[in-house]
């Protein structure tokens, strides 16, 4: 059971219900005008059943993922309990729930939470992808389908300035904005990264601030300390496609070990040269000539690996516009990729994009051009992130430290050593595990199973007991730049109305959740940016979760809705007509 803060911060369920007991009687209306006031009510008889607001479902997690199901039931009771909305919590898998909000946009609430990634670093990962109108079509990010010129405007700004520090401000600005509002998505939490290692059979292992023990510098750098050399990692969700063009965690763990890139994000959380030894910016910030290093690997086919690849990769996704780089692709000028020679690939830009070196140069997975130029033609899909090439004749073909090895969906992906490799790794083979169940983490943490929990939906400090407790593990919990969020639909009323999506922000007790859900191995998220990034981060933003449940209603009310007999209703005269549930994002 999870206790809500006293009065002084927000309002326990309980006693939120029985203030509203009390509201209803003729005495408290003077007293706070909360509630069941007359304003907007007609006679004696109240809100006509037309003005009833519509019964929203929120998709969660299963119970596997205990915190964050835990948190978002919990949000949902207070909205009902709380503010009057009819709520239905609906737990589904999470083939279901990516359908259903990421590809189809049909849903009311949801949640499917920001793990921490190398290109999260630069704030316009977590602010531009999902709050900016152009990115509110299927596939992409914008799930909530936000359209808001101020923030557009201020987003496209931050976007553009090369210059860090006066970059620093409009990033600042944005998150003000973004919340003021509040925007679509309401960021609950940014829960550490729980990571548990076998420190007895490798050492080496890489933390990288805001990112953990999950990054390219542990799978190369991690050494066996004995006989055992195969490295078995754990991972809570499945991965429903193996390919360098799409999203899914587990699915991109792969791929950062079996693919190359221009450049890496470095232990430090700056960008640095991969393949690329080096680079230069011309003076109006809009052509990157890269020099390439001299040891460009082979191609996991036998193929070479050449200055043309790494330009075909950058035009081929710009033709396309695969979603999940499209906000890393767009910003390059169409055919600006260019081989100058064997060792220098220019690429020039449409306009200034200051994230490019975090976003674009050390994201995109470079493509073998003898294979992705004949995707989609000669495949049976019209897109290329919809090519799968492991059910291919020609394979899963990379670059990189590793080579793809096996994948049985929803048990294991199987990655081998590439000793030819100029980053090769010190271990033969790592298989990244689908471990859902915090039991079945503990029982192979145990007997040595696994050697690194990348993710756990267990109670942190079950974890950092077990680690405790058996010689060979470590726990460490490294702040994130990730977090859990409340992403409300913004394509159906009342979520369209800011005020409503204010209200619901208000109830959420993140403080609560923060100590008690997550035992404190979180923090509260005030905004999508991070407070692990010190030089972004702005703290002085409205911080609705201080309002409280009293200040919820109170908002409400001032704008006209009504909550009586613990049920919202519109305001007199703008109760929506027509479709209140759209289907699939706006073309």
């Known amino acids: 059971m999870f206790v809500s803060p006293p009065d002084s911060d927000k309002d326990s369920v309980q006693q939120g219900a029985k203030r509203r007991s009390v509201l209803k009687g003729v005495g408290a209306l003077g007293a706070t005008g909360l509630l069941s006031s007359l304003a907007g009510c007609t006679g004696g008889g109240g809100p006509g059943e037309d003005r009833k607001t519509p019964e929203l479902e929120l998709l969660s997690y299963t119970q596997d993922q205990k915190q964050i199901y835990n948190t978002l039931k919990m949000i949902s009771d207070r909205m009902s309990e709380e503010l009057g909305f009819d709520m239905t919590f609906t737990p589904v898998n999470r083939d279901r729930q990516l359908t259903k909000v990421y590809t189809e946009r049909d849903y009311d609430i949801s949640s499917l939470g920001y793990t921490g990634r190398p290109h999260r670093l630069d704030p316009h990962m977590l602010m531009y992808k999902n709050y900016h109108s152009s990115q509110t079509r299927a596939g992409s990010y914008g799930w909530t389908g936000l359209q808001n010129d101020e923030v557009d405007e201020i987003l496209d700004k931050q976007a553009e300035e090369m210059d860090r520090t006066k970059r620093q401000e409009y990033v600042k600005e944005a998150q003000k904005v973004i919340m003021d509002l509040p925007g679509g998505e309401i960021p609950i939490e940014h829960n550490n990264l729980i990571n548990v290692i076998n420190t007895r059979d490798f050492e080496g292992w890489q933390n990288t601030a805001g990112l953990g023990f999950k990054n390219i510098w542990t799978w190369t750098g991690v050494t066996p300390t004995g006989d055992k050399t195969t490295l078995n990692a754990a991972y809570t969700i499945a991965a429903n496609q193996i390919s360098p063009l799409v999203a899914g965690e587990a699915n991109l763990i792969t791929g950062r070990m079996t693919h190359d890139k221009l450049m890496r994000i470095d232990t430090d959380g700056l960008p640095t040269p991969w393949l690329a030894e080096d680079y230069e910016l011309s003076d109006d910030n809009l052509t990157v000539t890269f020099t390439l290093r001299e040891d460009l690997p082979d191609w996991h086919d036998g193929e070479p690996m050449t200055a043309a690849d790494i330009a075909f990769t950058f035009n081929y996704l710009r033709e396309w516009e695969t979603p999940f780089f499209a906000d890393a692709i767009l910003p390059l000028k169409p055919d600006g990729a260019t081989v100058v020679d064997d060792r220098t690939v220019t ?10 070196f975090v976003l674009t140069f050390s994201r995109v997975h470079i493509l073998p051009e003898h294979i992705w130029s004949k995707v989609p033609e000669e495949t049976d899909v019209d897109r290329p992130y919809l090519w799968n090439p492991t059910n291919s004749d020609v394979g899963y073909v990379g670059s990189g430290p590793f080579k793809f090895d096996h994948w049985r969906k929803a048990e294991e992906i199987g990655v081998v050593a590439n000793p030819d490799h100029f980053a090769a790794p010190n271990v033969d083979a ?3 595990r689908i471990l859902p169940s915090s039991s079945a983490q503990t029982t192979a943490l145990k007997s040595g199973e696994v050697d690194f929990l990348i993710q756990t939906g267990a109670n942190p400090q079950v974890m950092k007991d077990l680690a405790d407790e058996e010689d060979h593990l470590e726990f460490r919990a490294v702040r994130s730049v ?22 619901i922000a208000s109830i959420i ?9 997550f035992d404190g191995f979180a923090e509260v998220a005030l905004s999508p940016t991070a407070p692990v990034l010190e030089f972004w981060h702005n703290p002085d933003v409205k911080k609705w979760h201080e309002i409280g449940p009293e200040g919820a209603r109170e908002m409400l009310e001032e704008a006209g809705y009504v909550i009586e007999d613990d049920t919202l209703y ?18």
């Open 482 to 503: 990730g977090y859990d969020e409340l992403a409300l639909n913004t394509r159906r009323p009342p979520l369209d109305d800011p005020t409503v999506r204010g209200a």
């Open 430 to 432: 790592v298989n990244i």
């Open 570 to 587: 519109f305001p007199e005269g703008e109760v929506p007509t027509g479709d209140t549930k759209p289907v699939g994002p706006p073309e």
């Open 347 to 356: 690429i020039e830009l449409e306009r200034t994009f200051a994230p490019v």
């Open 509 to 517: 007790p993140k403080d609560t959740i923060v100590n008690e859900i």
